[in-house]
């Protein structure tokens, strides 16, 4: 396998790839990886979402109850954690052995989840997990822009958007069932055949993928200390304000502790020679302010995701299957804004101005529920429906925008640290959100993550806070039109620049 600067292959318009790709690789060996792709990140994102369901059933099978939280906090802090170390290492050893690396490390860490016998194992094994979900997010925007070519992206981006979507609002119904009617072992049980797939998918097509790295050096300190200081300000998140008190020695040391591991990062990264972050992706104008824009807007839009059910099942008096349907336009909406933004994208020199108008849609249709949290059921259906439709024209443009600004040899990188600052911003937002509903409105940890909500609940503090909620899920929406705004509007489909 060759080397070098050479550009990626694609499955047609050959004249706009290096003739070695477009041999390299058929349109049957793209869609194979494609749907190789599609699987492996399907299966990484359900297990952010599939297991909430089940954890009483867990509870009481393993006790020791007061861990519960940690198996989805596990997996979450180490798959947000070593995304950007995947992306360097991709950038250094090629994307197919990081990919498959993190599949089969998958893979046995839903065996070990499955076996576990004890709280502690599971815990452990969902932070094994973690490992190999972190390289699966990390690497399939990272192939998608290697494999195919520029004019064809938003086609695809928009099947890994729905794919991205749809694991996030499924997880929680099939994790439910599950529990319910087989074995909540089965959840991890059920990866087994999936990842197999992913595997045989793409195993031996990524073979003819032209390498596009230089000799790179690995900055372990650099990963250890983004490592360090993500994982700490995420716990300090997840324990405050019910866990632990706010003002707690170990809460407060929690965020010393992760400001001044963030500040030893910014040094690490001016002093070292080739830091975790190369400076041409920190200097990347479109990479930065599009993955700005993510941070907000995915905030924003996960935290509704999640915290939504409840207030369907609160304020709108709704039955939990009923929430769950009353979710369906957030999936099918923000599918088709994403469908229409990447039919425009091609056929238009401003693609910029759908999105933008979007997000400022969501931005305040946000602001509508938090002014009137009480309005009828029908608007706030159609508060949703706008929210899901203007953050699903970003989708596409966004990832585009970013592999179509990356140089090849440095395209890991960027993808990784785009995905990395997304879920820090998501995982911020979320924490932030049940803040605001534990103690504004008394909601316990249980009802936060099962929807339960218990009778000593005031519905005017709980109407209040939700109004805190949609308030701060506006101004979101908002900075992150501000970022998008900022970001420049470059031609998505010539060359990649070789840096």
């Not at 729905?162 to 059920?190: C, E, K, Q, R």
């Given at each position: ?101 993190a599949l089969v490390v998958f893979l046995i860490g ?192 996960l935290a509704l995701n999640i915290y939504l059910p ?86 596409p443009i966004v990832s585009v925008a970013v592999q ?96």
């Amino acid at each position: 396998m060759e080397s070098g600067k050479s550009d990626a292959g694609g499955m047609t318009n050959a004249h706009e790839l290096p003739q070695q790709a477009a041999q390299q690789l058929s349109p049957r060996d793209v869609r194979s990886i494609m749907y190789g792709l599609m699987t492996a990140l399907m299966l990484a994102a359900l297990d952010t979402t599939i297991v909430a369901p089940a954890l009483p059933t867990i509870g009481r099978d393993l006790g020791n109850i007061e861990y519960l939280p940690w198996i989805a906090t596990a997996y979450l802090l180490v798959s947000t954690a070593l995304s950007p170390l995947y992306g360097k290492l991709a950038d250094i050893k090629g994307r197919r052995v990081v990919i498959m690396f993190a599949l089969v490390v998958f893979l046995i860490g839903s065996i070990a989840c499955a076996l576990a016998p004890t709280m502690l194992t599971l815990v452990l094994a969902r932070a094994l997990q973690g490992v190999g979900g972190a390289g699966i997010f990390a690497m399939t925007q990272t192939i998608v822009g290697d494999i195919v070519p520029p004019k064809q992206r938003p086609h695809y981006q928009l099947y890994m958007s729905t794919v991205w979507m749809l694991a996030n609002l499924a997880g929680p119904v099939i994790g439910g069932a599950m529990a319910d009617y087989t074995h909540w072992s089965m959840i991890f049980w059920v990866n087994i055949p999936i990842g197999l797939v992913a595997i045989w998918l793409v195993s031996d097509r990524l073979k003819k993928i032209p390498r596009f790295e230089r000799p790179h050096k690995i900055d372990l300190l650099g990963a250890a200390l983004m490592m360090f200081a993500s994982g700490l300000l995420l716990l300090a998140l997840s324990w405050g304000g019910h866990t632990y008190a706010w003002s707690s020695w170990r809460v407060v040391g929690l965020f010393i502790g992760s400001a001044l591991a963030w500040a030893l990062l910014v040094w690490r990264q001016i002093s070292v020679e080739e830091p975790l972050i190369p400076l041409l992706v920190l200097k990347n104008q479109v990479a930065l302010t599009s993955t700005m824009t993510m941070f907000f807007m995915m905030g924003a839009y996960l935290a509704l995701n999640i915290y939504l059910p409840i207030y369907f099942q609160t304020i709108g008096a709704m039955s939990a299957s009923q929430s769950g349907l009353a979710l369906i336009p957030l999936l099918v909406f923000t599918s088709a804004g994403a469908w229409v933004a990447s039919r425009l994208m091609p056929r238009t020199q401003h693609y910029k101005r759908l999105p933008l108008a979007g997000l400022v849609a969501s931005g305040v249709a946000a602001l509508a529920m938090a002014i009137w949290p009480q309005m009828p059921i029908v608007g706030v259906l159609a508060a949703t429906t706008i929210i899901a439709t203007g953050t699903g024209t970003v989708f596409p443009i966004v990832s585009v925008a970013v592999q179509a600004s990356s140089p090849r040899h440095l395209l890991g990188s960027t993808m990784a640290l785009s995905y990395f600052v997304r879920s820090l911003g998501a995982s911020i937002s979320i924490a932030v959100f049940g803040v605001i509903l534990l103690g504004g409105a008394g909601l316990g940890v249980e009802a936060i993550a099962h929807g339960g909500v218990p009778d000593t609940v005031d519905a005017k503090d709980l109407a209040r806070s939700f109004s805190i909620c949609f308030a701060l899920a506006g101004v979101f929406f908002l900075v992150a039109a501000g970022f998008f705004a900022a970001m420049e509007e470059r031609p998505l489909f010539g060359e990649q620049p070789e840096g």
